[in-house]
């Protein structure tokens, strides 16, 4: 039986460290489409196209993310904001929009 169970909780952590692998490369696609949207304009068009092909589906689905049209369209919203993901995920970041949201709250 300790076998099965650490089987298991191996098989886990490698499907974790799977799912974080395939996270990674959304991200380097959303920063791949914030490039392209200020170099060439056509961000969300190209996060779209991507999202939407079966290797686009694949890839999000691996990293635990529905691939529908709603997370399309958050990608696409995501990319023409030209926020780059380290940014985006970064603590001044939060702390930056959680203090303008209060600023906004407090305004109306």
């Known amino acids: 039986m300790r076998d ?6 191996f098989n886990f952590e490698q499907g974790q ?20 949207d200020k170099k060439y304009g056509n961000g969300p068009e190209q996060i779209a196209r991507w999202a939407r092909s079966r290797d686009g589906r694949d890839v999000l689905s691996c990293a ?5 049209e709603r997370v399309v369209k958050g990608l696409m919203e995501f990319v023409s904001k030209g926020v ?25």
Do not use: C, H, Q, Y
């Open 4 to 9: 099965f169970v650490d089987g298991s909780a």
């Open 17 to 36: 460290r799977a799912r974080k692998l395939f996270a990674a490369v959304v991200l380097a696609a959303l920063d791949d489409a914030i490039a392209d």
């Open 64 to 68: 635990g993310i529905d691939p529908n």
């Open 84 to 108: 780059r993901t380290s940014v985006a995920l970064s603590r001044e970041e939060s702390e930056r929009r959680m203090a303008a949201e209060a600023d906004e709250a407090e305004a109306a």
